[in-house]
């Protein structure tokens, strides 16, 4: 709960982005910044070496055709980018908090951990 007010409390770029985002999404990212309080930076600095490095290979294997495939080239950075995203967010530790539930079977389902290297609770 402290990690959580924490990230609530203050004006931070991590919270301006769960407030500007829908509620399931801000609830995960939440819940990411709370497991790993670098997540936003590790996120950042994995898009920023992800679009370096497909910009540099696109550069480096169109050579001159590059000003002709410009929208191919931007395509494929931006999947790549996408992909990315995708693995960093789902790979990411995270700890639920929320609604507990009125069956004993969405309670135990709950409790299972979101991630190998989460521990489960008793």
């Not at 500007?20 to 609830?27: E, G, K, N, T, W």
């Not at 920023?48 to 290979?57: E, R």
């Not at 539930?101 to 989460?118: G, S």
Request: glycine share 4%; hydrophobic share 45%; aromatic share 10%.
């Amino acid at each position: 709960m402290v990690k959580f007010l924490v990230i609530n409390a203050r004006p931070t770029t991590a919270r301006a982005i769960s407030r500007s985002l829908p509620d399931v999404i801000s609830r995960a990212f939440i819940g990411r910044m709370i497991a790993d309080p670098g997540f936003l930076h590790k996120l950042l600095l994995e898009q920023v070496a992800t679009i370096g490095f497909a910009l540099t290979w696109e550069i480096k294997n169109r050579k001159e055709r590059i000003k002709q495939e410009w929208d191919l080239a931007l395509l494929n950075v931006l999947t790549a980018s996408a992909c990315n995203a995708i693995v960093m967010w789902t790979l990411a530790p995270c700890r639920s908090y929320g609604n507990t539930f009125r069956f004993d079977l969405q309670n135990t389902l709950q409790k299972l951990p979101n991630n190998i290297f989460e521990k489960s609770y008793r």
